[in-house]
């Protein structure tokens, strides 16, 4: 049987390439996705999720992730969640329970230290050099002080048939204490029906949530979309139609698999994102919006890889 998966940014390669090994040799869905989401947060460079995450206003880091599994629609989430290595293996662990199965702030962080998840600071000192820095920049400036913000979002489909989605990340940089952004709502960071297909997102929060884009998505290969078709069909007149009504748009990138194993994205933004399948090895593409409502994917280039490589590993000023 076919499997495959697809996760969002260059920062989910490794965890795709771990996946993929889990579903090549009959693992499930759901431990996979996981699986693929503990390698990024528990990598201290990605400043946008898990350990190494940019905090918050107060230098706090509030993590929000997601886990659901597509047989059974189970759906576990957590909103704010403070010290705990691996939120989405907490959203996991809610996901199990009929009630309570979305927690957030205190109440979270507490289901986790009570159930045995590792404990930890979360914020790094180049994490901490980072805020301090950004506190001395608007301090002089008026910048915009949102940035920072990708979210690791996965969806696997395994052996079996059995689909699960799953996304992580500590939110935007710099937001309020409190802030949850659209990663952990049902329906617009994720969603995921084996026998339909999933979808996540990352991008601006507050935007992605106007419009419920991951359930729209996966609504549409429902009704027989191919998943390249539903995420065209779903994002760009969206961002066209904020445009009009709410007057801007931020930035969204969706990605797609439907129970083939057929993937597809979107995205007003360059957007990296990493896909597997039983039918092609682990590759991480480029997707960025094409003419007339649709996406141009490439491969990655190398030049764009050291470059990258080179801002994630820069040197910071951690005296101040
Ligand atoms: C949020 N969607 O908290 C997340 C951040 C993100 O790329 O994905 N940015 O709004």
Redesign the pocket.
Request: aromatic fraction near 4%; glycine fraction near 20%; hydrophobic fraction near 20%.
């Given at each position: 049987m076919t499997w495959g998966t697809i996760a969002?940014?260059r920062m989910a390669h490794d965890g795709v390439r771990k996946a993929s090994d889990l579903l090549a040799q009959a693992g499930r869905a759901g431990d996979a996705v996981e699986a693929l989401i503990n390698v990024v947060e528990a990598y201290p460079y990605y400043k946008?999720v898990g350990y190494g995450g940019l905090p918050n206003e107060e230098g706090v880091v509030e993590m929000?992730a997601a886990f659901m599994d597509g047989d059974t629609l189970a759906q576990g989430a957590v909103g704010g969640i403070r010290n705990v290595m691996h939120a989405v293996s907490v959203a996991r662990a809610l996901s199990a329970q009929h009630y309570n199965s979305f927690r957030v702030g205190e109440g979270a962080t507490k289901f986790a230290a009570l159930n045995g998840f590792e404990m930890t600071n979360m914020l790094t000192d180049r994490a901490k050099a980072q805020w301090q820095h950004r506190l001395a920049e608007l301090a002089a400036a008026d910048l915009d002080p949102y940035d920072g913000?990708?979210?690791v979002?996965a969806i696997t489909l395994d052996r079996q048939g059995s689909m699960a989605a799953a996304?992580s990340?500590?939110?935007?940089f710099m937001?309020k204490a409190g802030?949850?952004?659209?990663?952990p709502l049902s329906g617009s960071?994720f969603y995921v029906d084996s026998e339909r297909g999933g979808a996540t997102?990352?991008?601006?929060?507050?935007d992605?949530m106007k419009g419920c884009l991951a359930y729209e998505i996966v609504r549409r290969m429902g009704d027989g979309e191919t998943p390249q078709a539903a995420c065209d069909h779903a994002v760009y007149p969206f961002i066209e139609t904020l445009k009009r009504r709410y007057g801007k748009a931020g930035?969204f990138?969706l990605i797609a698999m439907n129970p083939r194993g057929d993937w597809g994205v979107a995205t007003n933004v360059e957007f990296t994102f990493s896909v597997a399948t039983s039918a092609a090895a682990p590759q991480l593409l480029m997707a960025t919006p094409g003419p007339a409502q649709t996406t141009v994917i490439a491969p990655v280039t190398q030049a764009w890889l050291e470059a990258y490589e080179q801002r994630l590993k820069a040197p910071i000023d951690l005296s101040r």
């Open positions: 969002t940014w946008s929000d913000h990708d979210t979002g996304t990340t500590s939110g935007l937001k802030r949850v952004g659209d990663s960071g997102a990352t991008g601006l929060g507050e992605i930035e990138s």
